[in-house]
């Protein structure tokens, strides 16, 4: 079946940034996504196609595409930011799928 | 602005049929161009998307299911009462799980539900 690699932990220093990394075959044919989740509570969508950021989004997180890899960047790390982050997308027969997660620590 | 809550029975015994309900209120569940979704999250790990509907009218709908699971899900539409549900059939311990539903499209999946936890137990 397909999957999508993420790192399962990322830590950063406040300030700092952080980026996570998402790699699948189908990616450069899909659109890809990025969600928050914070224990105890749902999912949040903070990036869409890839790159698009939704206005309530804090304009820190951005999401950039090159080939195979979708990129997750947090900038000027919060310690709210301190969550789980998930990206998604499908594969070829359109099932869609999430990556396995990657926990972000801020130091 | 589009809300969804889960409801439904929080324990459910081995080889017997887990069944929520999603409520959406703030948009119509037909017509509005979004895909209603549920996906689960086992505890303490990542998303499964277990499938979703799509209803274009009273009578229209169409659905697409995870291959995984898909010879025990069954989700329907209930226009009139802005409710859509899920079925999963001859359950087991490895289908405890938080389930969401949540609001999908080319935007993703957004918004979400608070999601409910279902125990499979004897």
């Known amino acids: 079946s397909y999957e999508l690699t993420q790192p399962p932990s990322v830590s950063v220093s406040p300030g700092q940034t952080a980026r996570i990394t998402c790699s699948g075959d189908?990616?450069?044919?899909?659109?890809a996504y990025w969600y928050q989740q914070k224990p105890g509570q749902a999912p949040v969508l903070l990036i869409y196609q890839a790159t698009e950021r939704p206005s309530w989004i804090p304009e820190r997180f951005s999401g950039s595409s090159s080939g195979t890899t979708v990129t997750l960047t947090i900038s000027g790390v919060q310690a709210e930011d301190e969550a789980d982050y998930f990206c998604q997308s499908a594969d070829n027969s359109g099932t869609f799928v999430f990556g396995s997660g990657t926990k972000v620590t801020v130091l | 602005q589009v809300q969804l809550q889960e409801s439904g029975p929080g324990l459910v015994k081995p080889s017997q049929t887990l069944s929520l309900t999603c409520t959406v209120s703030g948009d119509s569940i037909s017509g509005s161009g979004y895909f209603w979704n549920w996906i689960r999250q086992h505890p303490g790990k990542g998303l499964e998307w277990i499938g979703y509907?799509?209803?274009?009218?009273?009578?229209?709908?169409?659905?697409s299911y995870n291959p995984s699971l898909k010879s025990r899900v069954s989700i329907s539409v209930d226009t009139s009462n802005r409710q859509f549900s899920l079925k999963l059939s001859t359950v087991t311990v490895a289908d405890t799980a938080v389930y969401f539903c949540?609001?999908?499209?080319?935007?993703?999946?957004?918004?979400w539900g608070q999601g409910t936890l279902v125990t499979v137990s004897s």
């Open positions: 189908a990616l450069p044919k899909r659109y």
């Open positions: 509907i799509y209803s274009s009218g009273s009578t229209y709908s169409s659905t």
């Open positions: 949540a609001a999908g499209g080319t935007g993703g999946f957004d918004p």
